[in-house]
């Protein structure tokens, strides 16, 4: 009981001291608290089933999308991309994973040329349709296949939200495609403890 | 002079309302399907719209658009994308572009695909368009 009102007195101390702890001004949206550990076992885009452990020790930025995404995935991967290039060596500390939405026709080989296509720092992953509803129900993405179009192709619905997690597996933020890259930039550098 | 003269053989009967400025493709690898992206100019009083598309480089060709509807992003097909008099209308990632699919042979990044614009006029507008690397920004 003494302890709690000292603690008070000390919180309350602060705040009129205006010393509070160190509190960062996010650019992006503060999702701590609100959303799970990354977890998730699913196939990388070299053939091998991978949990989240694995990706442990980086910053992860989670992301959905699919191959056969010409115009949406491509900006948002181009966004990534110049991220990782502002990022510096501070790069090799984060890794992107993109999460295909569409296992019917991403196999590991055509994620690999894909995301590759865009940046090193990116994983692709796919896996069975029940594997990727477990990730996406898990940070309430949605996704959902559209008609076949003429020529036999088909396009599939998917939230655009990239969700950054700390070295932790800890889901820190949200950032949408509205975000401007040196907001992501700024948030990520004070995630991994640099200036921003 | 030269170059005068080849650009007065090349156009058509009559003067094109629309000229088409910009033009690129975003290279994919494995023959995904690419986009093709433009900015059309309609220098003329009367509305024009681009009605169609066709390439000898691509089976098929379709023009869509990108909508973020409450955070879901999707794709739809559309018809035709207006370009009122004296004014223009981009073909831009996020927005409208041009879907190329099947492509007839390998294609890379540096290379150029022609495309063939189709106007509401009937008028035509054949485009080289440079292929650019997957992770371009513009």
Redesign the interface.
């Known amino acids: 009981m003494k302890r709690a009102v000292l603690l008070t007195m000390l919180a309350v101390l602060f705040v009129l001291g205006g010393c509070s702890a160190p509190q960062h001004r996010w650019k992006l949206t503060d999702v701590r608290g609100h959303l799970p550990d990354l977890a998730f076992t699913l196939t990388d885009d070299t053939g091998r089933v991978v949990d989240a452990h694995a990706f442990r020790g980086k910053l992860v930025l989670l992301y959905f999308g699919y191959?056969?995404c010409?115009?949406?995935c491509?900006?948002t991967?181009?966004h990534l991309?110049?991220l990782m290039q502002r990022l510096g060596p501070l790069a090799d500390r984060t890794r992107v994973l993109f999460v295909s939405v569409d296992p019917a026709r991403d196999t590991p080989a055509?994620l690999h040329?894909?995301v590759n296509?865009?940046?090193p720092h990116i994983t692709g992953l796919t896996g069975t349709p029940a594997q990727i509803e477990a990730l996406a129900k898990r940070y309430r993405v949605?996704y959902n296949r559209?008609p076949t179009?003429?020529?036999g192709?088909y396009?599939v619905?998917?939230?655009?939200?990239i969700y950054i997690f700390d070295d932790r597996g800890r889901a820190r933020l949200l950032a949408?495609?509205a975000d401007p890259i040196s907001a992501i930039a700024h948030d990520v550098r004070v995630l991994l403890g640099a200036a921003p | 002079m030269l170059a005068l003269a080849a650009a007065l053989l090349a156009s058509p009967a009559f003067a094109a309302a629309i000229t088409v400025q910009k033009p690129w493709v975003r290279w994919l690898p494995a023959g995904l399907p690419a986009a093709g992206y433009a900015t059309l100019v309609n220098g003329s009083d009367t509305p024009v719209s681009l009605v169609g598309a066709r390439s000898p480089d691509y089976g098929s060709v379709m023009i869509h658009r990108s909508l973020d509807r409450g955070g879901m992003e999707r794709m739809v097909m559309v018809n035709a994308i207006p370009v009122p008099p004296h004014s223009r209308a981009a073909l831009a990632p996020g927005g409208y572009h041009l879907m190329l699919m099947q492509p007839r042979h390998a294609i890379r990044p540096g290379m150029r695909v022609s495309v063939r614009f189709e106007f509401s006029d009937g008028s035509t507008i054949d485009v080289a368009m440079p292929v650019r690397p997957a992770n371009a920004s513009g």
């Open positions: 191959t056969h010409p115009d949406v491509p900006l991967l181009t991309h110049v055509l040329a894909y296509a865009f940046d949605a559209g179009l003429p020529g192709g396009e619905a998917h939230s655009a939200g949408t495609d």
